[in-house]
Every structure is written in structure tokens, then in C-alpha cells.
């Protein structure tokens, strides 16, 4: 006898049911959509974004991959020189907010500039001064920070009305490079990009940034899509797994292996320095787990055969966003 298993949100994996499934309607576009940080969103499996950094199942690995990514290309780590006040400012604002959110794995005690950090995830119990490089496990605190958190790091300064990326750990990004970028202005960042500019979207959200409070912090999501379970799809590791979306739409794996990426981006100005901290959280879903829950398997299916092809070439799935929607839509 055959038992149907019912698709109960409470059956779903952590992983669905947490899952930032990013769309609101059957076709998208760009637009600024940030949101305030901290917002539970419910979505047809459960919900997500109820704390700044998330911490997950996968946290030890997506760590050990960082890891590992930053002895193999230190490139992928960078800071100008006068960013090491906000670096530490990041630290002191988002650790301690990070033990708040999970008591039972992770503490923060702070007497004066002392102050013990304990993250059991990582059989780690140290205690260093804050801005003190050299009380830090590897001298850097840009490095430490990126090696407790899952989320991609950048900073940005407000020099002559512009916002400028003068520092950052990026080991997970989405076909851009870091250090490519260190150095270059909000509008040069965005400029590889299709329709925004000519919509005005970067002005606007470069205006929406330069205009926030110290302490406040907004969110917003991107995604695109990517084969495989691979975080690092940087432009330095291009030749790895670009050739694969050439390949992917004959594919019989293709609905185990074709993953939805959403990033879960947080912009926050920082509240001593100023400096504006820019994290970015990559989710990776396999469409066979976004087909557990019908609504985003109709939807997302319907978004990528509408998605204009100009955005279609840049997110790198033109060639197989047809077979993707095809097996969505056929289930
Ligand atoms: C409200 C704020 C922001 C908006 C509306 C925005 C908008 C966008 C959009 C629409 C894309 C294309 C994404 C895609 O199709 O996959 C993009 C890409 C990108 N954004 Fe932003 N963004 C914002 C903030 C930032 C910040 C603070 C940074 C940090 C420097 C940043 C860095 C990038 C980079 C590096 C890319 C990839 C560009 C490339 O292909 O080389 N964005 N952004």
C-alpha cells in the first residue's frame, strides 16, 4: 500500500521551509524593494528574515568553504586602509547581535574594550580587544568577521554624494568579482547591469542608501539561478561551472541539479563609523524542492518563461530557463 504524504508545510525540511522564496507575482522585474530588516515574511512554506544574520544548517560548511576559497585566492579579500574602524564596527554590532539570536550557541560579553566571544559551532572561546588587530585570531579583523558569518561582507563610503566599495570578503558571488570591484562607485558597480540605470533604480536606491541613520538597517532579494549547490560562482572560477549551462537543458538531472539562488541582501549604516555595511546571504534550492510546494513550483515556473531576455542573458540562464519552466509547469 502506497501512503501519499500530504504537502503539510510543518512535513517540509528546514531548509523549504525557511527558504526566501523571492517572488511576489508571475513575472518580475527590478526594482528597489527593500524592506526593513528584521520582518518576519511568510511565504506558502513557512517564512524567513526574522534576524539580520541568519544562521543555518549549513553553517560549518558554507564557513569551511570560505575557508578554503580565501587560502586558495586571497584576492577575494579587500580593504583599504581606512576601512578598519568600520570593519571593527561591523564586528562589535553584528556579533553581539548574533549570540542575542541563538543563547544556546554563541555569547558575547563585553566589559570595557575586553571581550570574550564564544561560538560553540565552532569550538571557539577567545577573547580579544576591540580595535586591536593583533588580538585576533588571525590579525584581521575583516577576515575573522567573514569567517563567523555565512553572509558575503562589503563596505561602502560616502565620498564627493557617491557611495564607493572600499572593502569586503566576498567568497559567494554571483558572477561579479571583488576584486575587480574594490575601489569602484555605486554606478560603476551596477553598470554591467541591463534596464537599471535607464529606470533609475541605482540613483534612486544610491540616494535611499546615502540616507540612512545610523543604526538603521533595510533588506532586500536578487536572485538567479545556478547548477548545482556551488556558492562560489565567482568571475575568477568562471571556467568551473559556466560550461555547465550550456549543457544543463538536456539534462535528465536537470530538476535535481538547477538550484533557485536568492540572495537576502542587508543594508545597514553602521552606527559609530557610518560606513555602509552591505551583506549578502546566498540561499541555493533545488527545483525538485521548490516543486514540494506547489505555489512556488507554478510561480516560479511562470516567471522564468516571462522573464525578458535582455535579463534572461544577463543572469546566465538564457539557455536553459525554457527547460527549467518546462519541468515546473508540466508538474
Ligand atoms: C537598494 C540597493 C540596491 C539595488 C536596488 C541594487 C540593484 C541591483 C540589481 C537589479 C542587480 C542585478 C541583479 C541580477 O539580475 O541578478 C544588481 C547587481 C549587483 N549589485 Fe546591486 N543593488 C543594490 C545595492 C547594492 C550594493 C550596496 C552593492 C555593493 C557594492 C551592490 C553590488 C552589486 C553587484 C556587485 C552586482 C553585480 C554586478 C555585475 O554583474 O558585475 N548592490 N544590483
Redesign the pocket.
Known amino acids: 500500500m502506497s501512503i501519499t504524504i500530504d504537502n503539510d508545510t510543518a512535513t517540509l525540511p528546514d531548509r523549504i521551509r525557511r527558504f526566501p522564496f523571492p517572488y511576489t507575482g508571475d513575472n518580475y522585474r527590478?526594482s528597489?524593494n527593500?524592506e526593513p530588516s528584521r520582518k518576519l515574511t511568510e511565504t506558502e512554506a513557512g517564512g524567513w528574515g526574522t534576524t539580520v544574520v541568519d544562521v543555518d544548517e549549513f553553517y560549518v560548511d558554507d564557513l569551511k568553504l570560505r575557508a578554503e576559497v580565501l587560502q586558495r585566492d586571497p584576492s577575494r579579500i579587500n580593504a583599504l586602509p581606512h576601512m578598519r574602524p568600520a570593519v571593527w564596527d561591523a564586528i562589535t554590532t553584528l556579533l553581539p547581535e548574533m549570540a542575542e539570536d541563538n543563547p544556546d550557541k554563541m555569547s558575547w560579553q563585553r566589559e570595557g574594550d575586553r571581550v570574550r566571544w564564544r561560538n560553540t559551532l565552532l569550538n571557539l572561546d577567545i577573547e580579544f580587544t576591540v580595535g586591536d588587530d593583533a588580538s585576533l585570531p588571525t590579525g584581521d579583523p575583516l577576515d575573522f568577521l567573514g569567517s563567523q558569518i555565512q553572509d558575503d561582507i562589503?563596505f561602502?563610503e560616502q565620498r564627493d554624494k557617491q557611495l564607493w566599495?572600499d572593502a569586503g570578503v566576498v567568497t559567494f558571488a554571483?558572477?561579479?568579482s571583488i576584486g575587480f570591484?574594490v575601489g569602484m562607485n555605486?554606478t560603476e558597480?551596477?553598470s554591467?547591469?541591463p534596464r537599471?540605470n535607464e529606470e533609475k533604480?541605482?540613483s534612486r536606491?544610491q540616494h535611499?542608501?546615502m540616507s540612512l541613520q545610523p543604526g538603521e538597517s533595510y533588506r532586500?532579494t536578487?536572485?538567479?539561478m545556478t547548477i548545482d549547490r556551488r556558492l562560489d560562482t565567482s568571475t575568477e572560477t568562471y571556467p568551473q561551472w559556466a560550461g555547465d549551462r550550456s549543457t544543463i537543458s538536456t539534462d535528465p538531472a536537470l530538476p535535481e541539479r538547477v538550484h533557485l539562488r536568492v540572495e537576502v541582501?542587508q543594508?545597514i549604516r553602521l552606527p559609530r563609523s557610518g560606513s555602509?555595511l552591505?551583506l549578502i546571504r546566498t540561499y541555493l534550492l533545488p527545483l525538485t524542492d521548490i516543486a514540494q510546494v506547489p505555489a512556488w513550483r507554478r510561480r516560479m515556473g511562470e516567471v522564468l518563461a516571462e522573464l525578458p531576455d535582455d535579463?534572461a542573458e544577463?543572469?546566465g540562464i538564457i539557455r536553459y530557463r525554457k527547460a527549467a519552466s518546462d519541468w515546473l509547469l508540466s508538474g
Do not use: E, G
Open positions: 527590478y528597489a527593500v562589503v561602502l566599495l554571483a558572477d561579479w570591484d555605486f558597480i551596477h554591467p547591469v537599471v533604480i541605482i536606491a535611499f542608501l532586500r536578487n536572485w538567479t541582501q543594508l555602509i552591505f535579463m544577463y543572469k
